[in-house]
């Protein structure tokens, strides 16, 4: 698990500190090690008569369950679960082995309605409604967090921050798809729920308290039913390809990756293990065309280089064979607005808009304490303020409307509509960065 937001820690229920005398005030007591498992380490469950066991007892349990799942990033090129850990009041803690079963919708029906609590749910819903798993009720333990305005919300910072423990790290990047699961794996993997209900029920009050559970309650089912649409020319994200010299060496990154991504996919692997994107881009541009040049180039040494050689020059000749007419253009064109910077040079007006509009959104975020990539969308805003809604009757409604068809929640509509509203009919210039 992971995440990007701790409160700029919550100072309404702290006392200011005396600096009257320093040099006799108590050193802060370091947070308690979080190192041992209430019930103890469960067996893994990996057959059939073990998840019926565990789907009985969790049916049996009571209030919401803690979820989390572990995956090969890294290691696999497929972003399955390897392993699923579950703990639920009267259950105990469950660490199920999803490769050993076609599906896990039985334990779906024995959750039923009940709130499943997650730390980074956009990582771990994809891969556990690919065994069968999906909620009806969410809690999101990062995504408040953020919403409070902690500036880092990573499990072990806020368990350490809110309930004064301190979590293991040591096994966060290790390869899950490892057989068997060494044991110190498993009790890392199995203190990662152990704290979730007391960290959601923390952070739950203080959502409460601030007049922020709704907006996170909007938030969390907007998760549940998001499904991020397929990225196009997704071979464009290669780092480093802003340094590829010209629409031939673009085409010539397009068909390395692809076939590196085709080869990755069969074996499993990260494509990066094979040939780590700087080599691609080395060898678009100067285009080796046979064996012992594709070997003198930078980033292509190692089994994944050698053994691949015939293909990695195959798909430089493919980008070499095709036609001017045939090759990529530099840029994809969208249908979104420009770059700031260029607005002030291309329209003014919109550059007043978007200006006065930042200075209002900003504003609010920062007496409410909540980034302001969570108030709103900063691409919803500039596709508003770049071509405002044309209308003869209320603009705020049309403005509504118009974040609502982007996407935007009712909570982030209520509170920027009007603002952006104001900056459209009374934009104010100002430098746009």
């Known amino acids: 698990m992971s995440g990007p937001s701790n409160p700029p820690e919550p100072t309404d229920d702290r006392e200011p500190i005396d600096t009257t005398d320093a040099t006799s005030a108590e050193p802060e007591a370091p947070p308690a090690p979080l190192l041992t498992l209430r019930d103890g380490l469960p067996d893994i469950t990996e057959t059939e008569a073990a998840l019926a066991d565990v789907v009985t007892r969790v049916a049996a349990g009571t209030g919401p369950i803690a979820l989390d799942a572990e995956r090969a990033s890294g290691y696999r090129y497929s972003p399955r679960a390897y392993l699923i850990q579950l703990r639920r009041e009267g259950s105990g803690t469950a660490l199920i082995d999803p490769i050993a079963f076609a599906d896990l919708s039985s334990l779906n029906e024995a959750i039923g309605d009940a709130e499943w609590i997650l730390h980074a749910a956009s990582q771990d819903l994809p891969c556990l409604r690919e065994v069968g798993l999906t909620p009806v009720r969410l809690f999101d333990t990062e995504l408040a967090a953020r919403l409070l305005g902690y500036p880092r919300v990573g499990l072990a910072t806020l368990v350490e921050v809110i309930l004064g423990r301190s979590m293991r790290k040591e096994h966060s990047a290790v390869d899950w798809s490892r057989r068997p699961l060494p044991q110190p794996w498993l009790e890392y993997a199995a203190l990662d729920v152990e704290v979730l209900v007391e960290l959601r029920d923390v952070i739950a009050a203080a959502l409460v308290e601030s007049g922020k559970d709704d907006w ?3 938030e969390f089912q907007h998760l549940i039913n998001h499904v991020p649409p397929p990225r196009q020319d997704p071979w464009r994200r290669t780092s480093g390809i802003h340094k590829a010299k010209g629409r031939r060496a673009l085409a010539a990154v397009r068909e390395l990756w692809t076939a590196r991504d085709t080869i990755a996919a069969q074996r499993d692997t990260t494509p990066g293990r094979l040939i780590p994107d700087s080599a691609l881009i080395v060898a678009a541009n100067t285009m080796p065309s046979t064996t012992s040049e594709l070997l003198d180039t930078q980033g292509f040494h190692g089994r994944g280089a050698r053994r691949y050689s015939d293909q990695w020059l195959a798909a430089l000749a493919r980008a070499k064979a095709l036609r001017d007419n045939e090759l990529p253009p530099l840029t994809i064109r969208s249908d ?17 808009r978007l200006s006065t509009a930042r ?30 809604p044309v209308t003869t009757g209320d603009m705020e409604a049309a403005v509504e409307e118009e974040l609502a068809r982007l996407g935007a929640r009712a909570w982030q509509i209520a509170i920027t509509a009007p603002m952006i509203t104001q900056a459209i009919l009374e934009p104010k210039a100002a430098a746009v960065d």
């Open 336 to 352: 979104g607005p420009p770059a700031p910077r260029v607005w002030a040079e291309r329209d003014p007006v919109a550059a007043a």
């Open 359 to 388: 200075a209002l959104v900003n504003a609010f975020a920062e007496e409410h304490d909540v980034p302001v990539e969570n108030l709103l969308t900063p691409d919803y805003l500039r596709r508003v303020l770049w071509k405002p």
């Open 216 to 218: 996170a309650e909007q």
